[in-house]
């Protein structure tokens, strides 16, 4: 059953189903409703305690943002590594595995090791080649697990109007291309950033416009929600992760109607001395960084409960 089907089915107002599924959806999902498993939705709620926690600002999940960006606690990390140890520029293309270890093929490269940890998304898991190959429902989970449909794009403007206004600049909408919009405006920095979210058929809709029709279209979209002054931004600085090699979409993989009973029990166990990481993988804040954290250390203890 998908989310759109069950919605159709259980809420009697249609602008009111209409609304749930693309916030629900798409918010959390990067996806539209007639996309997603009710299955997958109720485990993604369960993981992450409840719309009022996931979509939340103050007190939620929404509530903060990293100084410096999330890539700060990657550069953290990899600054805690022993000199030498961390690879940059070299992609995984095959891992082959045997009685003794693993040895994981970058190019040119070969590293040996007792186990390996595959941190990725299932559906780029799945484009590494494995020796011997994987499990039947093992590969078949990594191709019915595609990542979500995301369009994001920082509207800037020479100061935070909205805010003269009484508005936050966090809105959600049912109708035209964007669901969702946040203040995203830098403390201590002059002017102000609106950024938005395209989700689903709607950010696969921006996709196919040219760059001036697609301004166009978020400016509309922007004015709609916030006056006559959000239709001239200084500039809009968009980001396509379905066009991203090492994403190919957001906000994480996810199972269509179907698949979650017989694909989704093989996400976690180890095949071999090939253990599963990444944010899918987790049963706590999964789609987060911190289902992303959690899921590391599970695999972790799994290697080292294994040598």
């Known amino acids: 059953t998908t989310l759109g089907g069950w919605l159709a089915a259980t809420v009697p107002d249609p602008v009111t189903a209409r609304y749930a599924g693309r916030l629900l959806a798409g918010g959390l999902l990067a996806a539209s409703p007639d996309e997603v498993s009710l299955l997958q939705l109720l485990f993604y709620l369960r993981s992450g305690g409840g719309t009022r926690s996931l979509l939340g600002m103050a007190g939620g999940a929404q509530q903060d943002r990293i100084v410096g960006g999330p890539a700060a606690l990657a550069e953290r990390m990899a600054a805690a ?88 600049g966090v809105a959600t909408t049912d109708t035209g291309p964007l669901t969702e919009t946040v203040d995203n405006s830098l403390p201590g920095l002059a002017g102000g950033v609106l950024t938005a979210f395209s989700y689903g058929a709607q950010a696969r809709a921006l996709r196919r416009l040219s760059v001036a029709q697609r301004r166009d279209a978020l400016c509309d979209a922007l004015a709609a929600l916030f006056g006559p002054a959000a239709a001239r931004p200084d500039d809009l600085v968009e980001y396509d992760w379905s066009a991203d090699p090492w994403t190919r979409g957001c906000f994480c993989g996810i199972l269509p109607p179907g698949s979650w009973c017989d694909y989704g029990p093989r996400l976690r166990p180890p095949v071999g001395r090939l253990h599963w990481a990444g944010t899918e993988t987790a049963t706590r804040w999964s789609g987060y960084l911190e289902g992303a954290v959690t899921a590391g250390e599970r695999a972790a203890a799994e290697v080292l409960a294994a040598l």
Request: hydrophobic share 45%.
């Open 81 to 168: 590594l022993p000199p030498g140890t961390l690879r940059l520029a070299a992609p995984a293309d095959a891992i082959i595995q045997d009685a003794s270890g693993v040895r994981v093929r970058a190019g040119d490269e070969a590293h040996r090791a007792d186990a390996a940890v595959v941190a990725l998304a299932p559906a780029l898991a799945g484009r590494i080649r494995y020796d011997p190959p994987l499990p039947a429902l093992r590969d078949g989970l990594t191709q019915r697990m595609p990542m979500g449909s995301a369009f994001k794009v920082h509207a800037l403007y020479p100061e935070p109007f909205w805010r003269a206004d009484g508005r936050s």
